[in-house]
């Protein structure tokens, strides 16, 4: 190992500190006004230590109704958008995967304009797409409803790319030996190229879970019921101009709440996740 003087070391941890506090603290501070009363929050300064508001503003946010969405619980928003959250990277993957196999061990005409069409996609703006979409979904009847928040965005040209990539790197012997074993192209799929991808897919499910969660315009076009707003949405519409008019206490405990889907799917899948995208060779 390189040895390290002691002011390195102490430098480095520092930083590393100083940055866990910036990150941090915003998360923190927002917890502890989400155990308040509104009157405390709007009753500067806020404590810098928790409130004993826990267990009735959460329970109020998850299980009552919020006046500014249409009375509609924060678990009904945690539900719609992990519905859309789990259907966007799943959908994504599927398809990427199927995508990526036709392309690279399938021999057909035009297999590689299929290719370079998909990459293009890459090159177009949302806003170029998102009017045409739109116009789709309205007409297959498709707004307030969890078809039309997953389908459209469920195409990924960039997981095509990568997945090609990896199946690129398959080796040929491996193909001949399933073949030479009776394998069809459906076996060799199940049973030899998703086991050794499943680093590569647990890692674009950490990135396309977070990436379904996040969304904003989409969801914002294609709900019009607060019964199908994701919590992204919500949070919007839960903010007024006039902080008398916003229910602050509630504002943060669904902040709060909107962020533990997607650290448990980091911490849980942590693993897979930084395998699947350090791992060069199979």
């Not at 958008?81 to 995508?99: D, E, N, P, W």
């Not at 998909?118 to 797409?129: A, D, G, Q, S």
């Not at 012997?173 to 086991?195: K, T």
């Amino acid at each position: 190992m390189i040895g390290q003087s002691p002011l390195r070391t102490f430098i480095a941890h520092a930083v590393l500190i100083l940055g866990i506090l910036i990150v941090g603290f915003p998360i923190y501070y927002t917890f502890v006004a989400s155990t308040h009363t509104l009157q405390t929050i709007l009753r500067p300064p806020l404590p810098l230590l928790p409130g004993g508001q826990l267990w009735n503003n959460y329970s109020e946010a998850l299980f009552g109704g919020i006046g500014r969405i249409g009375g509609v619980s924060v678990g009904q928003l945690l539900l719609n958008t992990t519905i859309m959250a789990l259907g966007v990277a799943v959908g994504k993957i599927c398809i990427s995967i199927l995508s990526a196999y036709a392309i690279v061990f399938f021999r057909f005409p035009l297999r590689m304009t299929f290719f370079w069409l998909i990459f293009i996609t890459l090159m177009l703006p949302v806003e170029v797409r998102i009017l045409p979409t739109y116009k789709v979904m309205v007409d297959l009847g498709m707004i307030d409803t969890y078809a039309g928040l997953i389908i459209p965005l469920i195409a990924s040209a960039t997981a095509t790319l990568l997945f090609r990539q990896f199946f690129m790197t398959i080796p040929g012997e491996l193909v001949e030996a399933a073949r030479v074993d009776g394998a069809g192209p459906w076996r060799f799929f199940i049973d030899i190229l998703l086991p050794v991808s499943r680093t590569n897919i647990a890692a674009l499910f950490v990135i396309l879970f977070i990436y379904g969660w996040t969304q904003y315009l989409w969801p914002l076009l294609v709900t019009n019921s607060n019964d199908m707003n994701t919590i992204v949405i919500a949070l919007r519409k839960m903010v007024s101009f006039a902080d008398a008019d916003t229910e602050w206490h509630l504002v943060m405990v669904t902040a709060m709440l909107a962020i533990v889907p997607p650290i448990l799917v980091v911490v849980l899948m942590q693993r897979w996740f930084v395998r699947g995208l350090v791992e060069s060779e199979k």
